[in-house]
Each structure stands twice: as structure tokens, then as C-alpha cells.
């Protein structure tokens, strides 16, 4: 069986508008059952008339309290090719898209969400789907993980 036909794909954010000092906190990514595998969330903007404050994934054991996934925070993260990430801004962002990785190791929590904050200048559109994919050696471990916990598995990453 390949792999693709096991992933998870979740509808993680409709496109909206931010508007007005607005955050999108968009719906949970729920990586229960995918142990050592990928997440990816890719955000899409369509129009970037505001500057972003946020825009980053967040992780969490219970489902409301989350913190921030190191690697996966645009403007403090390095991208895939050690290069610095900018922020959102209304100047060239529009029709871009951002890349989040996060590797499902055992230090992983369950939750996921984008959390994208627009600083109120100008509305801006932005879309959002995840992806689990399963662990493709089909290793068994607990949790929401696997052997590595490396940072480093995380990344971000924006297409041009």
C-alpha cells in the first residue's frame, strides 16, 4: 500500500480575512494513530495587505494549552536552507506560500494548530491545509512519536 493513501488531510483553516488586529487560531490538527510520521501545514495566502505579528504552529498534549514548535516559528526559524524567515508583510507576500514540517517523534505532542496574527494595516487572505502522512517503516511507538527528537526535524520553508 503506498503511504499517500494513508495520510490525513485536515481542511485546517478556509480561506479568511484578517482583518483588524485579527488572529487566525485555526481548527486542531489531531495526530493520534499517525506515530512516526509528518506533519505538514501549508498556508496560502491569496492577498497580504496587512504585516504579520505571528506565524508560527503551536503544539499541545490536552488540546488548550499550547506552545510553540521550535523550528516552525517564521522570523525566529531558519528555513530548510539555513536562511533567515520574514514575516508576512503587505508589500510581496501575495499568492505565497509557507511550509511548515514537524517531524511526529516521541517528543511531539498530539495538537496542532497555525496561529497567524495580522497587525490590523490592511485585510489579508490566508488558507490552510495539513497533512499527516503515517510512518513509512511502520515501527510501532507510543504517543505521537518515534526515536528522534531533534529541533531539527522542524522546519519551515517558504515556496516562491
Same mark, same amino acid.
Given at each position: 500500500?503506498?503511504?499517500?493513501?494513508?495520510?490525513?488531510?485536515?481542511?485546517?483553516?478556509?480561506?479568511? &480575512?484578517?482583518?483588524?488586529?485579527?488572529?487566525?487560531?485555526?481548527?486542531?490538527?489531531?495526530? %493520534?494513530?499517525?506515530?512516526?510520521?509528518?506533519?505538514?501545514?501549508?498556508?496560502?495566502?491569496?492577498?497580504?495587505?496587512?504585516?504579520?505579528?505571528?506565524?508560527?504552529?503551536?503544539? &499541545?498534549? $490536552?488540546? &488548550?494549552?499550547?506552545?510553540?514548535?521550535?523550528?516552525?516559528?517564521?522570523?525566529? &526559524?531558519?528555513? %530548510?536552507?539555513?536562511?533567515?524567515?520574514?514575516?508576512? $508583510?503587505?508589500?510581496?507576500? $501575495?499568492?505565497?506560500?509557507?511550509?511548515?514540517?514537524?517531524?511526529?517523534?516521541?517528543?511531539?505532542?498530539?495538537?496542532?494548530?497555525? %496561529?497567524?496574527?495580522? $497587525?490590523?494595516?490592511?485585510?489579508?487572505?490566508?488558507?490552510?491545509?495539513?497533512?499527516?502522512?503515517?510512518?513509512?517503516?511502520?515501527?510501532?511507538?507510543?504517543?505521537?512519536?518515534?526515536?528522534?527528537?531533534?529541533?531539527?526535524?522542524?522546519?519551515?520553508?517558504?515556496?516562491?
Amino acid at each position: 500500500m503506498r503511504n499517500l493513501q494513508n495520510c490525513r488531510v485536515f481542511n485546517h483553516s478556509a480561506p479568511i &480575512s484578517l482583518t483588524s488586529a485579527t488572529s487566525a487560531v485555526t481548527n486542531v490538527i489531531d495526530t %493520534v494513530g499517525m506515530s512516526g510520521g509528518d506533519l505538514l501545514i501549508i498556508a496560502t495566502f491569496g492577498v497580504t495587505g496587512g504585516n504579520f505579528t505571528a506565524f508560527k504552529v503551536q503544539e &499541545s498534549d $490536552d488540546n &488548550s494549552s499550547y506552545a510553540d514548535v521550535t523550528g516552525c516559528i517564521v522570523a525566529t &526559524s531558519l528555513d %530548510v536552507d539555513g536562511a533567515a524567515t520574514d514575516l508576512p $508583510d503587505g508589500s510581496n507576500d $501575495d499568492a505565497g506560500t509557507y511550509i511548515f514540517h514537524v517531524a511526529l517523534t516521541q517528543a511531539r505532542k498530539r495538537y496542532f494548530k497555525l %496561529v497567524a496574527t495580522e $497587525d490590523g494595516t490592511n485585510p489579508s487572505l490566508v488558507s490552510c491545509v495539513g497533512v499527516v502522512t503515517p510512518n513509512a517503516s511502520h515501527a510501532a511507538f507510543s504517543n505521537a512519536g518515534q526515536l528522534d527528537s531533534s529541533p531539527t526535524d522542524n522546519c519551515v520553508l517558504r515556496a516562491t
